[in-house]
């Protein structure tokens, strides 16, 4: 494979995700604004604000499947970023005001409620441009530049500065970030445009395998993530809401040796199918080890009596995010799902879910006296049943490789062969991609394009589906004037090869 190129999409890319994580880790789930822990009136904001997080994904999340192009308005995109950011402010500043009122003053819950759908809908928007980045700029360069951003939130808002005017003034402007950030990487396209399947509907039996396939895989992981957020929240459902405060060193490193080693992972794969297979396979055993160890030291602290330590399941619940969400936008790179509700299914549903869970324990006596008498009860059948569907996945990801691993070999049954080229169409393909500014994957898909393989061939040939190939044959047609295929190999052979001076 070619070398890497950061271009300002990429930038983008890695500067929303900063915010996004922002957003995602320190404001969904506590901090510093909502302050759930330490008053009732946190709670109950908190409360209302995952409610209506939950609410609004799975209203998104139908909507998306409607009307592709909900989550592609400016407008509304725009609105939700000032709006998200006001209402954090007025949350933080009314519940300093009322912090001895009641819990249900109407102006806070209006304010939870709005921030809570405003947040949902920006993630949303944001993740489905991050797949249409990977799309359109290639896989290992969108994910990359994600992994930057998410090492960068680490980084600039560390525990000691989270409290302080600094952390909450980063907090309260996330959501107006993600909405900058996803207007600029939507500048210049089409609104509504959802540029795969533009050449056509997706067909043939081994397509919708390998649908149903991904379908199967995100949905054992969403369950996997939402038993594995049961176990690291244990914490709050065993001893009810408590501060917590301390956050180990090791914690940061740890999570930035594990996006160093998916950023190595993803830099050293020589080809796709080496880049799809090996990360997703990391990440499945990385994710599980992470989990066994959690499970095996907070099922320890139960029967023995030792002292619990809150950093090995926050280091669990930051593993989970992270590996949820490169496992989504592979397995999306592979199919031809929807991306929004794709992800706030897998993501943020999931997480949502495990919190509801935890605080509706936490916050009802008999609930919490029932966990807390069968503590050791509890934790093994979550292990138990967590261990049996990261079985499944790991088998529904080997079916998956099974089924491309058919499509290649279809491939390589093709009438034309790319290694019988000679060197001057090989040449002529790179002058070509040159002078259209190609990206790398479309270059790829030009060069079987051009030596006779069929759209089917060419998936089988990247591992990639048929609807992912039809993206990047979208965008040879778009940049070169094309219509057809016999339209692309005129232009490589004549005016548009190697002699060609058009301008993209």
């Given at each position: 494979m070619r070398g890497l190129t950061f271009g300002r999409s990429h930038v983008l890319i890695g500067a929303g995700w900063l915010f996004a994580w922002l957003m995602l880790e320190m404001v969904f789930f506590g901090e510093p604004m909502f302050k759930y822990s330490s008053s009732r009136i946190g709670l109950t904001l908190y409360f209302i604000a995952i409610c209506t997080v939950a609410i609004a994904s799975i209203a998104l999340s139908y909507g998306a499947v409607r009307r592709p192009d909900i989550m592609r308005s400016h407008k509304a995109m725009a609105i939700c970023g000032g709006l998200g950011s006001v209402t954090l402010v007025l949350i933080r500043v009314s519940a300093?005001?009322?912090?001895?009122?009641?819990?249900?003053?109407?102006?806070?819950?209006?304010?939870?409620v709005a921030f809570g759908a405003c947040a949902t809908f920006l993630l949303g928007a944001f993740a489905r441009c991050t797949i249409d980045e990977v799309f359109a700029q290639g896989l290992r360069g969108t994910l990359c530049a994600v992994l930057v951003g998410i090492a960068l939130s680490f980084l600039v808002l560390p525990r000691f500065l989270r409290d302080g005017l600094y952390g909450e003034t980063l907090v309260a402007l996330s959501p107006l970030a993600v909405a900058a950030f996803t207007l600029l990487l939507d500048h210049g396209?089409?609104?509504?445009?959802?540029?795969?399947?533009?050449?056509?509907a997706s067909d043939g039996q081994d397509d919708a395998r390998a649908r149903r396939m991904s379908v199967l895989i995100l949905v054992e992981l969403a369950a996997l993530s939402f038993l594995m957020y049961l176990i690291s929240y244990f914490d709050y459902v065993a001893a009810s809401v408590q501060v917590v405060i301390e956050e180990d060193t090791y914690l940061y490193v740890a999570v930035l040796v594990m996006i160093a080693v998916l950023a190595?992972?993803?830099?050293?794969?020589?080809?796709?199918?080496?880049?799809?297979?090996?990360?997703?396979?990391?990440?499945?055993?990385g994710i599980m080890t992470v989990t066994l160890v959690a499970f095996f030291g907070v099922l320890t602290y139960v029967v023995y009596g030792g002292s619990y330590v809150y950093p090995l399941t926050k280091l669990l619940r930051r593993v989970v995010k992270i590996g949820m969400l490169f496992a989504l936008v592979i397995t999306l790179y592979q199919s031809s799902l929807p991306a929004s509700p794709t992800f706030l299914?897998?993501?943020?549903?999931?997480?949502?879910?495990?919190?509801?869970?935890?605080?509706?324990?936490?916050?009802?006596?008999?609930l919490r006296d029932l966990v807390t008498l069968n503590e050791y009860f509890y934790l093994v059948g979550i292990g138990f049943v967590t261990i049996v569907l990261w079985s499944l996945a790991l088998i529904s990801c080997v079916r998956g490789g099974a089924i491309l691993d058919a499509q290649a070999s279809e491939g390589d049954r093709a009438n034309a062969t790319l290694e019988g080229w000679s060197a001057e169409p090989a040449a002529r393909v790179g002058a070509m991609a040159r002078a259209y500014s190609l990206t790398e994957r479309e270059t790829d898909v030009l060069r079987y394009l051009a030596a006779g393989y069929s759209l089917k061939a060419i998936a089988g040939k990247l591992c990639v589906s048929q609807n992912t190939v039809k993206t990047h044959v979208t965008g040879i047609y778009r940049k070169t004037g094309a219509h057809a295929r016999q339209d692309v190999i005129n232009l490589l052979h004549g005016d548009g090869g190697a002699n060609t001076t058009k301008a993209h």
């Open positions: 300093g005001i009322n912090s001895g009122a009641s819990p249900w003053t109407p102006g806070i819950v209006v304010c939870s396209r089409a609104p509504g445009a959802d540029e795969r399947g533009e050449v056509g190595a992972t993803l830099l050293l794969a020589r080809t796709e199918r080496q880049l799809t297979t090996s990360v997703l396979l990391l990440l499945l055993f299914g897998v993501i943020v549903l999931p997480l949502v879910c495990g919190k509801l869970v935890q605080l509706t324990i936490a916050t009802a006596p008999s």
